[in-house]
């Protein structure tokens, strides 16, 4: 036989269980989502950068060159 009060007592951890256990799928589906974000930023940053990249070389290329 169980006791009555063990067998709450089981019953109540199983729920402190279940709680945390979708606390942490909310948590790491936040974690995901802000990853994705930082990824798509850092993306944009480096295209902005090749375009700056280009521009810079395109300058140098046409104004700088001719110098010499």
Do not use: C, G, H, P
Request: net charge neutral; proline share 0%.
């Amino acid at each position: 036989f169980i006791r009555l009060d063990k067998f709450e007592e089981t019953i109540k951890i199983f729920e402190t269980a279940k709680t945390q256990i979708t606390q942490i799928e909310s948590m790491l589906t936040n974690i995901k989502k802000r990853k994705e974000e930082e990824e798509k930023a850092l993306a944009n940053w480096e295209q902005n950068i090749q375009k700056i990249k280009m521009q810079i070389e395109k300058i140098d290329k046409e104004v700088f060159s001719k110098i010499e």
